[in-house]
């Protein structure tokens, strides 16, 4: 059991064993998502900085200038974006951490259901936040009118 | 984990950082969610993340998520051109040279501000809590 992760078996190239999981299934699944939302976070992460920290400083960054932001969907869209792919690929960095040093299965799976279901509280919040902000309203003001519809 | 080598380091470095980014992307989630407390809740929660000692911190988060977004790149380019483990430490160097030109400028925006300077303008610079 000890050794289970270890002799999953990875492609081979002329230079030697590389991280890419051989089978397609969810390893090979998860390395490609990995890498994919990798690039794209470098983007959006990227942008976000120059937006957030470059172009406006963070002490402009107040409820008047993300009303403002999010009268256009597109920064919805683009948060939701980032919130989505930075907790997945942060979510499997936090997999393979706990796969190199949880050796017994019964605590892995454990610890795994328990990063899962906080990574998935923690976006269920934000995306709550960026679906249901309206200005002038609280988010309690908003629940209530979406039930009440 | 393998001793001394450069390959040892990047591999720490991108573990830890990729850590700490994440641990200040779920403060972030929960400070974004202020904003459904109204506006005088949400605009406190800025003016701490203006604050000196939280400039620091961000200037910490902007030198990881840098280096974490470069050594991803020499990862990604090790996994589908093979041949380039031959240049892997040379490839660190340019990472963490990348790390460090990005960051000078990135420091200077967000560090300004502590010193009553507003490089954007428009910020409050609050060299104090």
């Known amino acids: 059991m000890a050794t289970e992760t270890a002799k999953r078996s990875t492609r081979v190239t002329p230079y030697g064993a590389t991280s890419r999981p051989t089978g397609g299934g969810w390893e090979t699944f998860s390395w490609w998502f990995f890498r994919v939302s990798g690039v794209g976070l470098i983007f959006l992460v990227i942008a976000h900085l120059i937006i957030m920290h470059v172009i ?82 609280t988010l309690s003001q908003a629940m209530l009118h979406l039930l009440s519809r | 984990m393998y001793r001394g080598q450069s390959g040892q380091w990047s591999w720490l470095f991108h573990r830890v950082t990729g850590l700490g980014v994440l641990l200040f992307l779920l403060v972030h989630i929960v400070d974004i969610t202020l904003i459904g407390f109204g506006r005088t809740v949400y605009n406190d929660s800025i003016a701490v993340f203006a604050s000196w000692p939280v400039r620091l911190l961000s200037l910490a988060l902007i030198g990881a998520v840098m280096y974490h977004a470069f050594n991803g790149v020499r990862i990604i380019l090790i996994d589908f051109w093979p041949a380039a483990y031959k240049y892997q430490r040379a490839m660190f160097y340019i990472v963490l040279a990348l790390t460090i030109i990005s960051f000078i400028p990135m420091a200077y925006f967000v560090g300004a501000p502590i010193f009553g300077i507003c490089p954007q303008g428009d910020c409050t610079a609050s060299a104090m809590l």
Do not use: E, K
């Open chain 1, 56 to 137: 406006t400083d963070v002490s402009a960054t107040g409820y008047d200038f993300v009303a403002h932001r999010y009268a256009n969907p597109f920064w919805r869209v683009y948060d939701l974006l980032l919130l989505t792919l930075g907790l997945l690929h942060g979510l499997n960095g936090l997999r393979i951490v706990s796969d190199d040093y949880i050796r017994t299965r019964g605590i892995r799976l454990a610890v795994q259901s328990v990063l899962f279901l906080t990574v998935v509280t923690f976006w269920l919040m934000g995306t709550m936040t960026i679906v249901t902000f309206q200005p002038g309203q």
